[in-house]
Protein backbone atom coordinates (compact mmCIF):
# COMPACT_ATOMS: atom_id res chain seq x y z
CA UNK A 1 0.00 0.00 0.00
CA UNK A 2 1.30 3.66 -0.63
CA UNK A 3 1.34 6.20 1.43
CA UNK A 4 -1.89 8.65 1.22
CA UNK A 5 -0.96 11.65 1.90
CA UNK A 6 0.80 14.56 0.71
CA UNK A 7 2.51 17.13 2.88
CA UNK A 8 1.96 20.71 2.00
CA UNK A 9 -1.49 20.54 1.77
CA UNK A 10 -2.74 23.46 4.32
CA UNK A 11 -5.31 24.49 5.80
CA UNK A 12 -5.32 27.68 8.41
CA UNK A 13 -7.47 29.66 9.71
CA UNK A 14 -10.66 30.21 7.15
CA UNK A 15 -7.43 29.52 4.28
CA UNK A 16 -8.03 26.39 2.63
CA UNK A 17 -4.86 26.09 0.20
CA UNK A 18 -4.42 24.10 -2.85
CA UNK A 19 -0.80 24.36 -3.88
CA UNK A 20 0.65 21.79 -7.11
CA UNK A 21 0.43 18.84 -6.33
CA UNK A 22 -1.65 18.50 -3.39
CA UNK A 23 -5.51 19.80 -2.06
CA UNK A 24 -7.86 17.44 -1.21
CA UNK A 25 -8.05 13.32 -2.02
CA UNK A 26 -6.48 12.62 -5.15
CA UNK A 27 -5.86 9.94 -7.55
CA UNK A 28 -3.46 7.00 -5.51
CA UNK A 29 -3.59 9.57 -2.74
CA UNK A 30 -7.13 9.31 -1.49
CA UNK A 31 -8.18 8.52 2.27
CA UNK A 32 -11.16 6.10 2.05
CA UNK A 33 -13.89 6.25 -1.26
CA UNK A 34 -16.75 8.69 -1.69
CA UNK A 35 -15.18 10.99 -4.33
CA UNK A 36 -16.35 13.98 -5.11
CA UNK A 37 -19.80 14.00 -2.96
CA UNK A 38 -18.27 11.57 -0.10
CA UNK A 39 -20.12 8.02 0.03
CA UNK A 40 -22.95 7.28 -1.72
CA UNK A 41 -25.92 5.11 -0.95
CA UNK A 42 -26.32 1.85 -3.14
CA UNK A 43 -23.33 2.21 -4.75
CA UNK A 44 -19.33 0.91 -4.89
CA UNK A 45 -16.79 2.70 -5.90
CA UNK A 46 -12.89 1.90 -5.57
CA UNK A 47 -9.75 4.01 -4.07
CA UNK A 48 -5.82 2.77 -3.18
CA UNK A 49 -6.77 -0.47 -4.45
CA UNK A 50 -9.93 -0.94 -1.38
CA UNK A 51 -12.94 -1.75 -2.85
CA UNK A 52 -15.98 0.15 -1.14
CA UNK A 53 -19.39 -1.55 -0.37
CA UNK A 54 -22.54 0.41 0.60
CA UNK A 55 -24.25 -1.00 3.66
CA UNK A 56 -26.48 2.44 3.79
CA UNK A 57 -30.39 1.27 3.50
CA UNK A 58 -29.35 -2.41 3.32
CA UNK A 59 -29.57 -5.32 5.99
CA UNK A 60 -27.44 -3.69 8.30
CA UNK A 61 -28.98 -0.08 7.87
CA UNK A 62 -28.40 2.28 10.77
CA UNK A 63 -28.31 -0.37 13.15
CA UNK A 64 -24.60 -0.04 14.86
CA UNK A 65 -25.48 2.37 17.45
CA UNK A 66 -23.67 0.48 20.27
CA UNK A 67 -20.62 -1.73 20.90
CA UNK A 68 -23.49 -4.35 21.40
CA UNK A 69 -24.56 -4.27 18.01
CA UNK A 70 -21.29 -2.75 16.33
CA UNK A 71 -21.37 -3.93 12.47
CA UNK A 72 -18.00 -6.05 11.63
CA UNK A 73 -15.43 -4.43 9.51
CA UNK A 74 -11.88 -6.09 8.44
CA UNK A 75 -8.48 -5.13 8.06
CA UNK A 76 -7.64 -4.39 4.31
CA UNK A 77 -10.84 -5.47 3.96
CA UNK A 78 -13.72 -3.59 1.84
CA UNK A 79 -14.18 -0.32 2.68
CA UNK A 80 -17.72 0.23 4.16
CA UNK A 81 -19.74 3.23 3.00
CA UNK A 82 -22.92 4.69 5.42
CA UNK A 83 -24.82 7.00 7.12
CA UNK A 84 -24.96 9.51 10.04
CA UNK A 85 -28.34 10.18 10.91
CA UNK A 86 -29.06 12.45 12.40
CA UNK A 87 -25.94 13.57 11.65
CA UNK A 88 -25.48 15.47 14.93
CA UNK A 89 -26.16 12.94 17.61
CA UNK A 90 -25.70 9.44 15.31
CA UNK A 91 -23.00 7.24 16.31
CA UNK A 92 -21.76 4.50 14.65
CA UNK A 93 -19.50 1.56 15.85
CA UNK A 94 -17.60 -1.23 14.21
CA UNK A 95 -16.03 -4.44 15.42
CA UNK A 96 -12.47 -5.92 13.89
CA UNK A 97 -10.07 -7.99 15.56
CA UNK A 98 -6.47 -7.39 15.46
CA UNK A 99 -2.80 -8.66 16.83
CA UNK A 100 0.06 -6.64 19.40
CA UNK A 101 2.12 -4.25 17.54
CA UNK A 102 0.11 -4.27 14.45
CA UNK A 103 0.45 -0.91 12.63
CA UNK A 104 -3.37 0.52 11.46
CA UNK A 105 -4.16 3.15 9.41
CA UNK A 106 -7.53 4.25 10.02
CA UNK A 107 -9.05 6.06 6.89
CA UNK A 108 -12.61 8.21 6.71
CA UNK A 109 -13.95 10.13 3.86
CA UNK A 110 -16.93 12.29 3.97
CA UNK A 111 -15.61 15.83 2.27
CA UNK A 112 -15.28 16.42 -1.20
CA UNK A 113 -11.95 16.37 -3.16
CA UNK A 114 -12.38 19.97 -4.12
CA UNK A 115 -12.81 20.99 -0.55
CA UNK A 116 -11.69 19.24 2.38
CA UNK A 117 -13.35 21.26 4.73
CA UNK A 118 -17.05 22.23 2.93
CA UNK A 119 -19.12 22.78 5.27
CA UNK A 120 -22.26 21.39 3.81
CA UNK A 121 -20.32 17.29 4.61
CA UNK A 122 -20.11 15.77 7.89
CA UNK A 123 -16.64 16.74 9.60
CA UNK A 124 -15.70 13.04 10.95
CA UNK A 125 -14.29 12.17 14.06
CA UNK A 126 -12.82 8.49 14.98
CA UNK A 127 -12.18 6.47 18.25
CA UNK A 128 -10.14 3.68 18.60
CA UNK A 129 -11.83 1.53 21.61
CA UNK A 130 -10.37 -1.61 22.93
CA UNK A 131 -12.44 -5.07 23.74
CA UNK A 132 -14.10 -3.41 27.17
CA UNK A 133 -14.91 -0.59 25.18
CA UNK A 134 -12.46 1.92 26.59
CA UNK A 135 -10.99 4.39 24.32
CA UNK A 136 -7.35 4.45 23.58
CA UNK A 137 -6.67 6.55 20.53
CA UNK A 138 -8.74 9.40 18.30
CA UNK A 139 -8.59 11.56 15.64
CA UNK A 140 -10.52 14.53 14.60
CA UNK A 141 -7.95 16.64 11.73
CA UNK A 142 -5.43 15.05 10.61
CA UNK A 143 -2.26 17.51 10.51
CA UNK A 144 -1.64 18.14 6.79
CA UNK A 145 -5.10 19.79 6.98
CA UNK A 146 -8.84 19.17 5.90
CA UNK A 147 -11.62 17.47 7.76
CA UNK A 148 -11.77 13.75 6.92
CA UNK A 149 -10.37 11.75 10.26
CA UNK A 150 -7.18 9.70 9.49
CA UNK A 151 -5.80 7.88 12.36
CA UNK A 152 -2.65 5.96 12.56
CA UNK A 153 -2.21 3.27 15.33
CA UNK A 154 -0.34 0.40 16.66
CA UNK A 155 -2.57 -1.96 18.72
CA UNK A 156 -1.52 -2.71 22.41
CA UNK A 157 -2.42 -6.33 22.61
CA UNK A 158 -4.10 -9.13 20.75
CA UNK A 159 -8.00 -9.26 20.76
CA UNK A 160 -10.97 -7.48 19.68
CA UNK A 161 -11.49 -3.75 19.23
CA UNK A 162 -13.89 -1.20 18.03
CA UNK A 163 -14.15 1.83 15.79
CA UNK A 164 -16.58 4.91 16.87
CA UNK A 165 -17.14 7.25 13.72
CA UNK A 166 -19.03 10.32 14.68
CA UNK A 167 -19.66 13.96 13.48
CA UNK A 168 -17.54 16.41 15.00
CA UNK A 169 -20.81 18.00 17.21
CA UNK A 170 -21.50 14.39 18.66
CA UNK A 171 -17.93 13.44 19.77
CA UNK A 172 -16.85 17.34 20.87
CA UNK A 173 -19.86 19.55 21.29
CA UNK A 174 -20.98 22.01 19.32
CA UNK A 175 -18.82 25.21 20.47
CA UNK A 176 -15.87 23.26 18.81
CA UNK A 177 -17.39 22.75 15.69
CA UNK A 178 -18.82 23.89 12.68
CA UNK A 179 -22.90 24.27 12.86
CA UNK A 180 -24.49 20.84 12.25
CA UNK A 181 -27.59 22.24 10.74
CA UNK A 182 -25.70 23.45 7.51
CA UNK A 183 -24.62 19.77 6.47
CA UNK A 184 -26.15 18.71 3.76
CA UNK A 185 -25.12 14.91 3.05
CA UNK A 186 -24.65 12.59 5.54
CA UNK A 187 -22.74 9.95 3.53
CA UNK A 188 -19.14 8.76 4.82
CA UNK A 189 -16.66 5.99 3.93
CA UNK A 190 -14.32 3.75 6.57
CA UNK A 191 -11.59 1.84 5.57
CA UNK A 192 -9.13 0.27 7.69
CA UNK A 193 -5.58 -0.40 6.08
CA UNK A 194 -2.46 -2.21 7.74
CA UNK A 195 0.85 -0.87 7.72
CA UNK A 196 3.68 -3.52 7.25
CA UNK A 197 7.04 -2.24 5.94
CA UNK A 198 8.56 -5.29 5.34
CA UNK A 199 5.34 -6.61 2.96
CA UNK A 200 5.33 -3.40 1.45
CA UNK A 201 6.45 -3.21 -2.15
CA UNK A 202 6.83 0.39 -1.78
CA UNK A 203 9.07 3.29 -0.69
CA UNK A 204 6.66 4.55 0.95
CA UNK A 205 7.03 2.99 4.67
CA UNK A 206 10.10 2.61 6.61
CA UNK A 207 10.20 0.54 9.90
CA UNK A 208 13.09 1.78 12.52
CA UNK A 209 15.95 -0.52 13.06
CA UNK A 210 17.75 -1.23 15.60
CA UNK A 211 20.69 -0.71 16.12
CA UNK A 212 20.60 3.11 14.62
CA UNK A 213 21.25 5.08 17.86
CA UNK A 214 24.09 6.88 16.09
CA UNK A 215 25.02 8.09 12.93
CA UNK A 216 26.79 5.25 11.45
CA UNK A 217 23.60 3.32 12.00
CA UNK A 218 21.28 5.60 10.67
CA UNK A 219 18.56 4.23 8.12
CA UNK A 220 17.94 5.82 5.38
CA UNK A 221 14.48 7.13 4.65
CA UNK A 222 13.35 6.57 0.53
CA UNK A 223 11.07 7.98 -1.60
CA UNK A 224 8.37 6.52 -4.12
CA UNK A 225 6.93 9.01 -7.04
CA UNK A 226 3.87 9.78 -7.70
CA UNK A 227 2.36 7.88 -11.14
CA UNK A 228 2.49 11.23 -12.78
CA UNK A 229 6.20 11.90 -11.47
CA UNK A 230 4.88 15.27 -10.43
CA UNK A 231 5.86 14.73 -6.61
CA UNK A 232 6.03 12.01 -4.14
CA UNK A 233 4.24 9.89 -2.09
CA UNK A 234 4.61 11.01 1.60
CA UNK A 235 6.66 8.50 3.78
CA UNK A 236 5.51 6.82 6.76
CA UNK A 237 8.16 6.56 9.34
CA UNK A 238 7.58 3.98 12.55
CA UNK A 239 9.56 3.62 15.04
CA UNK A 240 9.24 2.60 18.82
CA UNK A 241 11.43 3.14 21.73
CA UNK A 242 11.83 0.46 23.95
CA UNK A 243 14.73 1.14 26.15
CA UNK A 244 14.57 4.20 28.13
CA UNK A 245 17.81 5.80 26.71
CA UNK A 246 16.73 5.09 22.66
CA UNK A 247 17.30 7.24 20.03
CA UNK A 248 17.01 6.88 16.51
CA UNK A 249 18.64 8.22 13.86
CA UNK A 250 17.78 8.51 9.86
CA UNK A 251 19.35 9.79 6.98
CA UNK A 252 18.00 11.08 4.01
CA UNK A 253 18.15 13.51 0.23
CA UNK A 254 16.14 15.17 -1.00
CA UNK A 255 15.59 13.65 -4.61
CA UNK A 256 16.29 16.22 -7.02
CA UNK A 257 13.58 15.62 -9.68
CA UNK A 258 11.42 17.45 -10.18
CA UNK A 259 12.45 20.66 -10.28
CA UNK A 260 11.27 22.99 -7.70
CA UNK A 261 11.89 26.81 -9.24
CA UNK A 262 11.77 28.25 -5.63
CA UNK A 263 13.61 25.74 -3.75
CA UNK A 264 12.46 22.58 -1.27
CA UNK A 265 11.78 21.96 2.10
CA UNK A 266 11.98 19.09 4.50
CA UNK A 267 9.36 18.37 6.25
CA UNK A 268 8.42 15.57 9.53
CA UNK A 269 5.10 16.33 11.55
CA UNK A 270 4.21 13.81 14.00
CA UNK A 271 0.87 11.92 12.90
CA UNK A 272 -1.19 12.72 16.09
CA UNK A 273 0.36 13.62 19.93
CA UNK A 274 0.10 10.83 22.04
CA UNK A 275 -2.50 9.04 24.45
CA UNK A 276 -6.16 8.70 23.96
CA UNK A 277 -6.84 11.65 22.34
CA UNK A 278 -4.22 10.94 19.90
CA UNK A 279 -2.03 8.19 18.50
CA UNK A 280 -2.78 5.91 21.28
CA UNK A 281 0.73 6.11 22.18
CA UNK A 282 2.33 5.91 25.69
CA UNK A 283 5.18 7.65 24.98
CA UNK A 284 5.85 11.28 23.29
CA UNK A 285 8.12 12.16 20.84
CA UNK A 286 10.44 14.92 22.83
CA UNK A 287 13.14 16.44 19.86
CA UNK A 288 13.75 15.95 16.29
CA UNK A 289 16.99 17.24 15.43
CA UNK A 290 17.91 17.64 11.81
CA UNK A 291 21.65 17.99 11.10
CA UNK A 292 23.85 18.41 7.84
CA UNK A 293 26.34 15.07 7.78
CA UNK A 294 29.05 17.13 6.86
CA UNK A 295 28.55 18.72 10.32
CA UNK A 296 27.35 17.03 13.48
CA UNK A 297 28.54 20.10 15.73
CA UNK A 298 24.80 21.78 16.22
CA UNK A 299 21.48 20.76 14.62
CA UNK A 300 20.68 22.72 11.89
CA UNK A 301 16.97 22.47 12.56
CA UNK A 302 15.01 21.26 15.97
CA UNK A 303 11.69 21.13 17.35
CA UNK A 304 9.71 19.54 20.22
CA UNK A 305 6.48 17.65 19.21
CA UNK A 306 5.40 17.78 22.71
CA UNK A 307 5.10 20.91 22.42
CA UNK A 308 3.41 20.84 19.01
CA UNK A 309 6.39 21.46 16.84
CA UNK A 310 7.47 20.03 13.75
CA UNK A 311 10.00 20.35 10.76
CA UNK A 312 9.56 21.95 8.00
CA UNK A 313 12.78 23.97 6.83
CA UNK A 314 14.71 24.99 3.32
CA UNK A 315 17.34 22.08 2.40
CA UNK A 316 20.29 21.15 -0.07
CA UNK A 317 19.34 18.87 -2.71
CA UNK A 318 21.46 16.97 -4.67
CA UNK A 319 24.83 14.63 -4.01
CA UNK A 320 26.62 15.20 -1.12
CA UNK A 321 23.85 17.09 1.12
CA UNK A 322 22.53 13.87 2.87
CA UNK A 323 21.11 15.07 6.23
CA UNK A 324 20.39 12.66 9.29
CA UNK A 325 17.17 13.20 11.71
CA UNK A 326 17.79 12.27 15.24
CA UNK A 327 14.15 11.03 17.12
CA UNK A 328 14.22 11.03 20.80
CA UNK A 329 12.18 10.57 23.28
CA UNK A 330 11.29 12.11 26.96
CA UNK A 331 13.84 10.80 30.25
CA UNK A 332 11.04 8.45 32.17
CA UNK A 333 10.48 4.39 32.46
CA UNK A 334 9.17 2.48 28.89
CA UNK A 335 5.24 2.32 28.28
CA UNK A 336 3.25 -0.08 27.27
CA UNK A 337 3.50 0.88 23.64
CA UNK A 338 5.84 3.44 23.19
CA UNK A 339 5.56 3.89 19.18
CA UNK A 340 5.90 7.03 17.19
CA UNK A 341 4.71 7.58 13.15
CA UNK A 342 6.70 10.76 11.86
CA UNK A 343 4.86 11.32 8.14
CA UNK A 344 7.92 13.08 5.97
CA UNK A 345 8.17 14.54 2.84
CA UNK A 346 9.53 16.79 0.18
CA UNK A 347 7.76 19.88 -0.18
CA UNK A 348 8.68 22.42 -2.66
CA UNK A 349 8.63 26.03 -1.77
CA UNK A 350 5.73 28.11 -3.29
CA UNK A 351 7.69 31.71 -2.84
CA UNK A 352 11.22 32.67 -1.40
CA UNK A 353 12.41 35.91 -0.25
CA UNK A 354 13.62 37.38 -2.98
CA UNK A 355 15.07 41.33 -2.02
CA UNK A 356 16.58 40.89 1.30
CA UNK A 357 18.85 43.66 0.39
CA UNK A 358 16.18 46.25 -0.05
CA UNK A 359 13.12 44.95 2.31
CA UNK A 360 13.71 45.90 5.07
CA UNK A 361 11.82 49.31 5.57
CA UNK A 362 8.55 49.75 5.09
CA UNK A 363 9.10 52.06 2.42
CA UNK A 364 10.45 49.25 -0.17
CA UNK A 365 8.18 46.52 0.72
CA UNK A 366 8.77 42.97 -0.94
CA UNK A 367 6.01 42.54 -3.80
CA UNK A 368 5.14 39.90 -6.27
CA UNK A 369 5.13 37.11 -3.72
CA UNK A 370 3.36 34.40 -4.69
CA UNK A 371 -0.83 34.29 -4.45
CA UNK A 372 -3.32 32.04 -5.13
CA UNK A 373 -7.20 32.35 -4.93
CA UNK A 374 -9.12 31.16 -1.38
CA UNK A 375 -11.83 29.10 -2.06
CA UNK A 376 -15.14 31.10 -1.13
CA UNK A 377 -13.45 34.53 -2.11
CA UNK A 378 -10.17 36.30 -1.73
CA UNK A 379 -6.39 35.55 -1.71
CA UNK A 380 -3.48 34.12 0.03
CA UNK A 381 0.30 35.10 -0.40
CA UNK A 382 3.09 33.28 0.93
CA UNK A 383 6.62 33.44 1.38
CA UNK A 384 9.58 31.87 2.80
CA UNK A 385 11.76 33.81 4.04
CA UNK A 386 14.98 34.21 6.59
CA UNK A 387 15.84 36.81 9.33
CA UNK A 388 19.72 36.82 8.96
CA UNK A 389 21.77 37.12 11.65
CA UNK A 390 24.08 40.45 12.28
CA UNK A 391 24.86 43.73 14.59
CA UNK A 392 21.49 45.65 13.21
CA UNK A 393 18.51 42.94 13.89
CA UNK A 394 17.09 42.11 10.34
CA UNK A 395 13.75 42.69 9.46
CA UNK A 396 11.64 41.88 6.49
CA UNK A 397 8.48 43.68 5.09
CA UNK A 398 6.22 42.56 2.84
CA UNK A 399 2.95 44.11 0.22
CA UNK A 400 -0.28 42.82 0.80
CA UNK A 401 -2.44 44.07 -2.37
CA UNK A 402 -5.86 44.41 -2.07
CA UNK A 403 -7.69 42.66 -4.78
CA UNK A 404 -10.65 44.40 -7.07
CA UNK A 405 -13.78 44.61 -5.01
CA UNK A 406 -12.05 44.02 -1.31
CA UNK A 407 -14.28 46.37 0.94
CA UNK A 408 -14.62 46.74 4.82
CA UNK A 409 -16.61 43.55 4.84
CA UNK A 410 -13.19 41.70 4.03
CA UNK A 411 -10.89 40.41 6.82
CA UNK A 412 -7.31 39.60 6.78
CA UNK A 413 -5.74 36.95 8.87
CA UNK A 414 -1.83 35.77 8.86
CA UNK A 415 -0.25 32.53 9.87
CA UNK A 416 3.36 31.77 9.86
CA UNK A 417 5.76 29.82 11.78
CA UNK A 418 9.63 29.54 12.71
CA UNK A 419 10.71 27.91 16.30
CA UNK A 420 7.89 25.65 15.87
CA UNK A 421 9.28 24.60 12.56
CA UNK A 422 12.46 24.10 13.51
CA UNK A 423 14.09 27.31 12.95
CA UNK A 424 16.73 28.99 15.38
CA UNK A 425 14.34 31.94 15.29
CA UNK A 426 12.73 33.07 18.59
CA UNK A 427 9.81 35.15 19.34
CA UNK A 428 9.17 35.20 15.55
CA UNK A 429 6.19 38.98 15.17
CA UNK A 430 4.37 39.66 12.48
CA UNK A 431 2.76 42.99 12.64
CA UNK A 432 -0.01 43.73 9.73
CA UNK A 433 0.56 47.38 8.87
CA UNK A 434 -1.74 49.93 6.56
CA UNK A 435 -0.20 50.00 2.92
CA UNK A 436 1.98 53.38 3.60
CA UNK A 437 3.88 51.94 6.79
CA UNK A 438 1.47 53.29 9.39
CA UNK A 439 0.18 51.12 12.49
CA UNK A 440 -3.27 49.87 12.22
CA UNK A 441 -3.78 48.55 15.64
CA UNK A 442 -2.68 46.52 18.76
CA UNK A 443 -4.92 43.54 17.78
CA UNK A 444 -3.07 43.58 14.41
CA UNK A 445 0.06 41.80 15.30
CA UNK A 446 1.48 38.45 16.80
CA UNK A 447 4.31 36.44 18.47
CA UNK A 448 5.10 33.21 18.58
CA UNK A 449 6.61 30.95 21.16
CA UNK A 450 7.87 27.36 21.79
CA UNK A 451 4.09 26.59 22.54
CA UNK A 452 1.71 28.80 20.65
CA UNK A 453 1.68 29.35 17.18
CA UNK A 454 1.74 32.51 15.46
CA UNK A 455 -1.94 33.58 14.19
CA UNK A 456 -3.53 36.57 13.12
CA UNK A 457 -7.53 35.57 12.62
CA UNK A 458 -10.06 37.75 10.69
CA UNK A 459 -9.47 41.58 11.62
CA UNK A 460 -10.76 43.84 9.91
CA UNK A 461 -9.51 45.55 7.03
CA UNK A 462 -8.39 49.17 7.63
CA UNK A 463 -11.53 51.61 6.53
CA UNK A 464 -9.07 53.41 3.66
CA UNK A 465 -6.17 51.20 3.03
CA UNK A 466 -3.48 52.84 1.68
CA UNK A 467 -2.06 52.56 -1.72
CA UNK A 468 -4.64 50.03 -1.77
CA UNK A 469 -2.84 47.34 0.42
CA UNK A 470 -1.72 45.74 3.52
CA UNK A 471 1.87 45.45 4.85
CA UNK A 472 3.61 42.62 6.36
CA UNK A 473 6.43 43.18 8.77
CA UNK A 474 7.97 40.56 9.76
CA UNK A 475 10.92 40.24 12.76
CA UNK A 476 12.47 38.24 15.70
CA UNK A 477 13.85 38.20 18.80
CA UNK A 478 17.28 37.04 19.58
CA UNK A 479 17.86 33.45 17.62
CA UNK A 480 18.81 29.91 19.62
CA UNK A 481 22.45 29.36 19.54
CA UNK A 482 22.07 25.97 19.14
CA UNK A 483 20.21 26.07 15.79
CA UNK A 484 21.74 27.42 12.83
CA UNK A 485 18.29 27.52 10.45
CA UNK A 486 16.96 31.07 10.50
CA UNK A 487 14.26 30.08 8.00
CA UNK A 488 10.19 31.26 8.38
CA UNK A 489 7.48 30.26 6.27
CA UNK A 490 4.47 32.97 6.36
CA UNK A 491 0.76 32.76 5.16
CA UNK A 492 -1.67 35.85 4.55
CA UNK A 493 -4.92 35.87 3.43
CA UNK A 494 -6.87 38.59 2.49
CA UNK A 495 -10.41 36.68 3.19
CA UNK A 496 -13.74 37.87 1.12
CA UNK A 497 -16.73 38.95 3.33
CA UNK A 498 -20.50 38.00 3.54
CA UNK A 499 -22.10 38.81 0.97
Not at 192 to 207: C, G, K, T, W
Not at 409 to 430: D, I, P, Y
Not at 460 to 479: C, H, K, Q
Amino acid sequence: MRSIYFLGCFVLGTIAATAAGCGGDDDGGQGGAGGEGGATSSTSSTSNGVTSTTSSGGETGDQNESIETAEAIEIDGDAVQETLDPVDTDQDFYRFTGTKGQVLYILTDAKPAADETDPRYPDLVVSLLDGQGNQIARNDDPPQGGNDSRLITVLPADGDYYLLVEECTSALGPSSCAPAEDIENFDYTLAIASLDPAAADDDSLVEDKEPNDEAAQAVPLHYEALDDDTGYYTTFLIGDFEPATDVDVYSFTLPETPAAEHGLKATFVLSAPPGAEGSGSTVDVSEIAVFDAADLTTPYAKADPSKGGSIEVPVKVGEGTEYLVFVKRPQGEVGANDFYVLLHNRLESSGREAQEATNNVATTPEGDLYSFDISGGGIAYTVDGELVDGETPDTDYYALPLPDGADATWKVSAFCGAQRHGSGLRELKVTLLNGDGTEIGDDYTATESEAADLEIVGLDLPASPAENRLIAMVSAGTPAADVTSRSYDCVFGLIAGAE
